[in-house]
């Protein structure tokens, strides 16, 4: 109780809020398509600056562009009370993700969502992987290639081929799906040609897919979990750019989310423990999603995402959606946690 009382104190209508975010560029690797990834997080600030709007709630944006000395001449002017993160890079860099919260905390700002520290994490895959199986948490073995030349060949075939730091399925097509040496090398070429970062190699799981939705107001709980429906007979049974980002694709078409997942309660538990030992074995605070895959039983961590997608059609949306959680409780949430730990 106390601490409903003391997070509805802090929550006021003479609040301001600003909405930092990535402005979106073309990249300046990768693929040309890859824009469209970085271009979503202006759905994202318009389904937010309209949920403040009717929480009443003083906003302004603050997009960051190709001068961090005009962001921080915008914060200091409009001078909010808490800022809303939804930066994913910088100068269209997705290694720099982490830059932003920093930033925000020597301007002594309380700022939604995870840490530098847990961004900088879970911005590499690799590290992400090691330091979740100190903890005894399941996760497809793996191995970070910045050339073929380094192939040990000790890892079993299929094998799953994605670029070690970057998110929303970039850089992952069917052709990530190797079954012999040929197609490896062929793929860990693309990835350190086209995005200029090591490549990681892991043993592909067969199984049923989740997504596991956690959000913190006092702990943190996870959400209804959504899986996966892969609508294809055939392998590779994957979430790749196409699935996410192109919905005339055949790919996107058979890729369906279903939430509530339908699970029985132990399967449902082993999921949520496991889920929220990764939430905080790599320092995640306010609201992350974990991805797993399900097979014989064990739960594989394909990757740990904080700050996810938060636009009203994305999979965290969802699942709040699915717990009868409104948007505007969500974002209420996260501005009163970000406020109590000030």
Partial sequence: MKFLVEKNRLFHSELKVGII????????????????????????????????????LNNQRLPVKNDITEVIRAIKKFEPDVIIN?????????HLEMAIPSLLELLRIPYTGNSPLALGICQNKGLTKKIIATGNLPTPNFHII??????????????????????GSIGISRNSYVTNNAELKTQIDYITKYYRQPALVEEYISGREFNISILEDSSPKVLPIS????????????VDYSAK???????????????????????????????????????????ARIDIRLKNNIPYILEVNPNPDISLDGGFSRALKAGNITYEDFIKTIISSTLLRR
């Fill in 146 to 167: 910045e050339n073929y030349g380094e192939w040990k060949e000790d890892l079993v075939y299929p094998l799953f081929v994605k670029p070690l730091s970057e998110d």
């Fill in 227 to 238: 899986e996966i429906i892969f609508k294809t007979l055939n392998e590779p049974k994957i």
């Fill in 86 to 94: 939804l930066c994913e890079g910088v100068y269209g860099e997705s």
């Fill in 245 to 287: 980002w192109f919905k005339d694709t055949d790919e996107y078409k058979t890729t369906v989310p279903e939430c509530p997942a339908n699970i029985d309660s132990d399967t449902y538990n082993l999921l949520e423990k496991v889920a929220l030992n990764a939430y905080s074995m790599l320092f995640c605070r306010d609201y």
């Fill in 21 to 56: 975010y990535n402005f979106p560029v073309m990249p300046k690797k990768g693929e040309d398509f890859d824009y469209i990834a970085d271009a979503e997080v202006e759905e994202e600030v318009e389904v937010i600056e309209d949920t403040l709007k009717k929480l009443d």
